[in-house]
């Protein structure tokens, strides 16, 4: 750590003035003080300096002031930095700075020009503008020739260094100075702001440009600290603390997403010096904060990646965060707007849900959309928030149709939908349909029996049906069937779906990415052409790689997301989070990251997925302002 001496005296200062300025004056006393209005210039100057010195700034000020109003000489330079200062002691700074100002605009090249310069350097510093007193000081330096009193104004820029000088003045100063030993001074002082915003490369740079022939031994500890961080730097790993559930009840998803990043790390090429530490936060609130603020210290973490569950994720809001926080799959979108270091890696399920209605509608130009969905859960939420975007769009749906239990049966809803698809036919356009089709039963268009994956209506129920509802007459009549399932659902809804003839575009959800299901004989045929958006295209496998959905496929691409900002040179936090924010797109091979809202920390970007020939294949990312097709 570098430490800046803040502490500023003037005294030496004082006396120096009152030494070396003024040396040529003899301060003469006078015991009747009635002689004072025949009292020469030099002896009228003598006794305001006496009054200076006593301590009695206001007296000496009026003294200063009334031989620069009755005296014309060479010498009033000298009184009008004598008020500046006693008007300084005074506190009166900005009737300090006009003194000063008045010496350089009325006494050009005068010996007291630097002395001017110092105390107006001395005014900002009072008035917290270390920016300005860098400037004065620097200015003043060259004039100066006595060593003791450069050693102290070198001191003061050091403090005004320590304290913080504006990058954009720095850039604007080393443009314009000449002095060589000003500039060394400049570009310390850059490197300095460099290593204070964590960036890494410039202070390396710059601090590898300044000559130290030309560097005042008074900045050399900087100077060496500085270099000694470049060699730290350079041999320090660049630590991602990893917060995972890998006991308890959400281990299944800590566990996956850990495999995932393990398997990537272990066969890519990654820099040693980037090192994963994990810890099991067992899914407790109580542990998770206890880690994070423990590794809010270490100033080798720049960033946590995690934790997964809800309440883990919901306590990071209550805090302030001291570094950047990865989330890699949450519902919690909203707190992006209150936690701007909170970063959502995966779309949340309104994203989701506006992404597929915006394609829907917006770029497949689909109207007459019908749904059929669980009436409760998140996927509950997740339709709600498609129905609220399609209504954004100007779409109202034809149809809604809810289920709460498992979709065992789900043929009311179906015959509702059907008799909505039916309604929609014009009349005159109804009568070429074949009404006189025999029912026989409805499983009769499938080779299987149906039957082995869920109760079907019974016969007598079928027979009673419209013939004009008959399941054999295909319908055209709805664009779009936008069935979110749960987990484990598809089976039933896949099965009983297409018993209904719907001849429409079917969108999904990410658990329809079950491929050993979706593949069977009695479901894959009837789904051609499916549309399934989802945050990661990867097929959910019952493999010992992924025992919850795609955790083990999101692992893969947010450690390469990650290791894609730090392999720009990033070793810093603060330099960290801000390529996060500036992150344009991020494509890995299963998932597209491309952050919007308010803090920039919202991942907006869902990938698009279509069925065919019993593969699912991704045709496309959709971030809302553009679909970039993929070809395959």
């Not at 950047?324 to 959502?344: C, M, Q």
């Not at 479901?523 to 019952?542: E, L, R, T, W, Y």
Request: proline share 3%; glycine share 4%.
């Amino acid at each position: 750590m570098i430490l800046i001496n803040l502490q500023i005296s003037n005294s030496i200062y004082m006396d120096k003035i009152i030494r070396y300025i003024f040396y040529p004056l003899i301060i003469v006393h006078f015991a009747n003080s009635e002689q004072v209005d025949t009292l020469s210039y030099y002896e009228k100057f003598n006794n305001a300096v006496i009054s200076y010195k006593e301590g009695r700034y206001s007296l000496a000020a009026s003294k200063f002031s009334n031989i620069l109003s009755n005296e014309r000489s060479y010498r009033d330079p000298a009184s009008q930095l004598m008020m500046a200062k006693s008007q300084y002691h005074l506190k009166l700074y900005q009737k300090a700075h006009r003194s000063c100002r008045a010496i350089l605009n009325n006494y050009p090249n005068s010996p007291y020009e630097h002395d001017a310069l110092v105390l107006m350097g001395d005014i900002a510093l009072q008035e917290n503008n270390e920016t300005k007193a860098f400037k004065h000081y620097l200015k003043a330096r060259p004039q100066i020739e006595d060593l003791l009193f450069l050693n102290e104004i070198d001191q003061r820029i050091y403090n005004c260094i320590g304290m913080g000088v504006k990058e954009e003045s720095l850039e604007g100063l080393l443009f314009k100075e000449k002095n060589q030993f000003n500039r060394a001074i400049i570009n310390l002082s850059r490197a300095y702001r460099a290593w204070i915003s964590g960036n890494d490369y410039d202070l390396e740079f710059i601090i590898n440009e300044i000559d130290t022939f030309y560097l005042p031994g008074h900045f050399s500890s900087l100077f060496g600290s500085l270099k000694r961080i470049i060699n730290e730097q350079n041999k320090r790993p660049i630590t991602i603390a990893v917060l995972l559930p890998l006991t308890g009840l959400e281990k299944n998803q800590g566990l996956s997403y850990l495999l995932g990043l393990s398997e990537f790390l272990n066969q890519s090429n990654i820099d040693k010096s980037i090192r994963f530490l994990v810890f099991d936060t067992m899914g407790l609130v109580i542990k998770t904060l206890d880690i994070i603020n423990n590794l809010s210290s270490n100033p080798e973490v720049i960033s946590i990646l995690g934790p997964l569950t809800r309440d883990e994720v919901i306590s990071l809001s209550g805090i302030k965060l001291q570094l950047p926080i990865l989330i890699p799959k949450s519902e919690l979108s909203s707190l992006a707007d209150i936690a701007e270091n909170l970063f959502f890696l995966s779309p949340s399920n309104d994203i989701i849900a506006k992404r597929t209605a915006e394609i829907i509608i917006k770029e497949l130009n689909l109207e007459r959309i019908a749904i059929l969905s669980p009436g409760n859960g998140q996927i509950k939420s997740l339709t709600d928030h498609f129905i609220h975007e399609c209504r954004q769009l100007g779409i109202d749906p034809v149809a809604v149709e809810w289920y709460i239990e498992k979709p065992e049966d789900i043929s009311r809803q179906l015959k509702n939908i059907r008799s909505t698809a039916w309604d929609l036919v014009p009349e005159d356009e109804q009568e070429d349909f074949n009404l006189n089709l025999e029912i026989d039963s409805l499983d009769a268009l499938f080779d299987v029996d149906v039957t082995d994956f869920f109760e079907l209506p019974s016969e007598d129920k079928v027979e009673e049906m419209d013939e004009k509802d008959s399941a054999k007459v295909i319908l055209e009549t709805i664009d779009a069937i936008y069935i979110p399932i749960r987990p484990d659902e598809l089976t039933y809804v896949g099965t009983q779906l297409p018993l209904y003839n719907f001849n429409t575009v079917f969108f999904g959800n990410e658990n329809w990415l079950e491929t050993s299901l979706l593949n069977q004989e009695v479901i894959g045929p009837h789904f051609q052409g499916m549309k399934i958006v989802s945050d990661v295209n990867s097929a959910i496998s019952n493999g010992d790689k992924d025992t919850f959905t795609n955790y083990y496929s999101l692992a893969t691409d947010h450690v390469s997301f990650i290791y894609s900002i730090i392999e720009q040179g990033i070793s810093k936090r603060k330099h960290f989070l801000e390529n996060l924010k500036n992150n344009i797109r991020y494509d890995g091979s299963l998932t597209s990251i491309k952050f919007i809202g308010q803090n920039k920390n919202l991942n907006g970007s869902a990938q698009v997925i279509e069925y065919s020939n019993n593969k699912l294949k991704k045709i496309g990312i959709y971030n809302g302002e553009e679909f970039i097709h993929i070809s395959e």
